[in-house]
């Protein structure tokens, strides 16, 4: 990517669908709260997955690394991030984080595949998606 690439900020509050019985965050939560991010970032470029899959494009997580380090809890407000990161081919790394203010609860490295939503055979990233992401 060119330069720095910026980081994408997403709020999400804690309810108590995203907790167990004793109020922290359930583990797999925190990846959809990073999907949400992810999506909102897409949002943010100018594009939605609505309109790529009209367009024949799914964007699909080839693979995930998370590290949870401290608990999140019922109510807690978070700050979740989105970094794209190298793009190879048909594939975008991101680095994203779940924060409660300055504290890290968890940290992943989220590489997503461009597909044809067809076939589901990977493809490259569209020239218009590609000059959005200033690759």
Known sequence: ?????????????VYIEDTDAGGIV???NYLR????ARSEW????GFTQQ????????LVVHSVT??????????DLLT??????????????????????????SEAE????CVDATTLRPRRWPGELLAALEV
């Open 1 to 13: 990517m060119k330069g720095e690439a910026a980081c994408f900020h997403h709020t999400v509050r």
């Open 26 to 28: 359930y583990y797999v």
């Open 33 to 36: 709260f990073m999907e949400r």
């Open 42 to 45: 897409l949002r943010a470029k």
């Open 51 to 58: 309109a790529l899959l009209e367009k024949g494009i799914q």
């Open 66 to 75: 998370n590290r949870y380090l401290r608990p999140a809890y019922l109510d």
């Open 80 to 105: 979740v991030t989105a970094t794209a990161g190298t793009l190879r081919g048909a594939r975008l790394t991101f680095t994203q984080k779940a924060l409660r203010g300055e504290q890290i609860l």
């Open 110 to 113: 989220v590489v997503i595949a």
